[in-house]
């Protein structure tokens, strides 16, 4: 199962950045290719992601776990999705640690390919770095640099 795990420290308090990560409302702020976030409950959420060909696709999330302010997890409902094609499951995490200069904050991203996208493990890691890499780069733009 490609895992992807990505780190930076943001200058702000754990509290202040648990309050972005934590909103699902906030994901088109930092998360990359969200153009906006509908049907938010407690327990669940969907993302309208914009493609390279401009196209709207929904993807829809369950919140698994939430701790203020250290860590949230959610995974995609994929049964019955486009994305039903490429993977079994994707699962996504947000771990806050107080550190000297603000927060470190991981982003970790474990996806089950399906089919040929399962041999090309390298390729989806890769892919899910430059999307962690940009959503950490946004989130520390929101917080300061």
Partial sequence: MPTTRRSRTVAAVPERVWETVSDPYHLPRWWPRVERVEAVTD??????????????????????????PELRIWEQEVAGSP??????????????????????VTLVVRQKMRGTARSAGWIVRRGTRKVLDDALRALEGLHGA
Avoid: K, N, Y
């Avoid at 094609?85 to 806050?96: D, H, K, N, P, Q």
């Fill in 83 to 104: 994305f039903e094609r490429i993977m079994f499951s994707a699962r996504f995490e947000v771990a806050l640690a107080p550190h000297a200069d603000g927060t470190r």
């Fill in 43 to 68: 327990e669940h959420f969907t993302e309208v992601l914009s493609t390279d060909r401009g196209r709207s696709v929904r993807a829809d999330f369950r919140i698994v776990e939430s701790r203020a």
